[in-house]
């Protein structure tokens, strides 16, 4: 008897399909005896808008929402291409699905694997986790202008964030603290942005007080950029708001062997709907086409896919594999098409 | 005949008196023979707050803005310091100061200097400068909150961006990139915060066609930061936001020896007021009255301060006694007292 899980694919743009086609082949060979991953394919974003005008239609929506998870390469064609503007895949696609399916949770793990390379001269043993809103603040898309174009324009951007919102992100991110080192570092900028800031001060004191074996400590988000660079070994749950969460992830994809190995899962917890895995990079259409992106961010997606699936063996062998690859490969050094590390992983997993 | 130049200093808390002791003893030792420096103190920041219960008095800023500039050191008590809360310090004063001075160039050089130690391997040439808008965007104090305290709380933040306040400093940014290596980077988040970054997209575009040896570039928020710590020296010119231009001017701190380091002028290039220069530090309360902070960035805000009343040749004098000061400690290496590194460079400059 084995179980079918389904898996909405949306491959994407650039190098979206090079990456995804490694990541879904490792998927494969990861699954469980028992355990069958059934794909469909959904052609979104900037290519399917340029061709027909879609970005997000509604009965597609409907369908992905059918499948028990979702994985995604990249959105976004090709930067200042004059066919894009006003369309905005980002806005109508990425974050229209993270906010329509309740991603609440944007969980980017942070390890520097040996045998990646880290721009820092003493790195140390980094290994943290940020848990980054993915529903709320200055991304829910509340702003305007006035006047627009005209030397008047008034321009603004606003950052919701409720209480209901932030605490659920906080429960989960002090749950996440227990199963690993202990420590929770709140990122914000409380002594400018007071209302928000005092909102999730609040909250995390709140639920702090429930953990009371969680070590607690805040930086405002300047400061927290500095021990990036200086100590990144410090960390160990990072917990923020949905744009101090999009800065600090890229930043720690760069000290932490660059964002080609940064992996993301923007999960739904209560499981009302499918969350959905995709690295952390983008769709980098100057390389597209030419076996030349690195899928490990993908495939470490698919671990955290598995890992949220409930296929914690499965996704163990998946980041064991990847650790014994990068270590492997800082030994050869030679350069790798894209589709040479998705069999390089799958051959250690099958082996 | 000698012309005096009037300075408001406000030494503030925790290292700030120390630091800016330091910098007023290189501010008189680098002053043009014909130009006497007066220097009147204000005791403001959480020290005062505390035994008096004011913030910054009316009559205190009005008395501050008659002078020709101000020197600050830092401002803020200890983080949690119960008595605080609710007080603000940062945004009752040194905000405040900004604001109502129209300091809309905030003014932030980043050099790593020979004998200064990066934590990047392999940093390069690191000489750019960000111009961060000082008036406007999330710093506006535009925010509240709803139910507050409940579980049912809204809080806001507003971020308020005008064409008036953009171009203005997207034009000063232009200028200062044809005085340098002509080259200028748009930092922002277009892509999420679509309407605040049309306009600053707009006007940088606007501006660009009156400046056709300036080379323009853009980069979100989060890529910027991947850059800095893989290929800072990329840069010359960057303009952004308050809130980005927070962000990024500490992690350019840290890439370039640490901001104890870090220098800046919150600038009114119009001279309505006056332009105050300020250390990127904060008051570090934890090593105050120990003569331990280095006072190094306080000094070249003074560089910045002596470049904007038009003495550039002190000003230069300053720039070169630190460079020669951190060389002749990068080779010691001996930790030194706050005042040792003011006597350092005061020898420097009347040697
Ligand atoms: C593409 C963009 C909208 C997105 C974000 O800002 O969240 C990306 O930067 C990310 O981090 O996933
Ligand atoms: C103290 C704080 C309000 C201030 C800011 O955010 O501007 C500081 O971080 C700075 O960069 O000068």
Do not use: C
Request: net charge negative; proline share 5%; no cysteine.
């Amino acid at each position: 008897m084995s179980r079918t899980v389904s898996i909405a694919a949306i491959p994407g743009d650039g190098i979206g399909p090079e990456v995804v086609a490694e990541a879904l082949k490792v998927l494969h060979a990861a699954a469980p005896d028992d355990v069958d991953f059934a794909i469909t394919e959904f052609e979104l974003g900037a290519g399917r808008y340029l061709e027909t005008g879609d970005v997000l239609p509604d009965d597609e929506l409907e369908r992905i929402k059918q499948h028990d998870a979702i994985v995604l390469g990249a959105v976004g064609g090709v930067p200042g291409d004059p066919r894009l503007v006003g369309a905005n895949i980002e806005r109508g696609l990425l974050l229209k699905l993270r906010f329509d399916l309740d991603h609440y949770v944007n969980l980017r793990p942070t390890v520097l694997f040996p045998g990646a390379v880290s721009p820092l001269a003493h790195p140390g043993e980094v290994d943290f986790v940020v848990v980054r809103e993915g529903t709320e603040g200055a991304y829910v898309g509340n702003g305007g202008s006035m006047r627009t174009g005209t030397p008047h324009e008034v321009a603004t951007e606003v950052s919701l964030n409720t209480a209901y919102g932030v605490e659920r992100l906080v429960r989960y991110a002090f749950q996440l603290a227990t199963t690993r080192r202990s420590k929770l570092t709140l990122v914000h900028k409380t002594n400018v942005l007071t209302n928000a800031g005092a909102l999730w001060k609040r909250l995390t004191d709140a639920v702090a007080a429930e953990y009371p074996t969680v070590a607690v400590d805040y930086l405002h988000i300047d400061a927290a950029t500095i021990f990036f660079v200086t100590d990144p070994a410090r960390f160990d749950v990072i917990v923020t708001d949905n744009l101090f969460g999009d800065i600090l992830t890229d930043l720690a994809g760069a000290i932490s062997g660059g964002i080609g190995l940064a992996a993301s899962g923007n999960i739904n917890p209560d499981g009302s709907a499918p969350s959905m895995f995709e690295p952390v990079h983008g769709s980098a259409p100057d390389i597209a086409g030419q076996q030349k992106a690195d899928p490990t961010a993908a495939i470490l997606s698919i671990a955290l896919l598995l890992d949220h699936l409930g296929y914690a063996d499965s996704a163990a062998r998946v980041s064991d594999a990847v650790r014994a690859d990068l270590a492997s490969r800082a030994e050869t050094g030679a350069p790798r098409r894209t589709s040479e590390t998705g069999d390089a992983i799958v051959a250690l997993l099958t082996s």
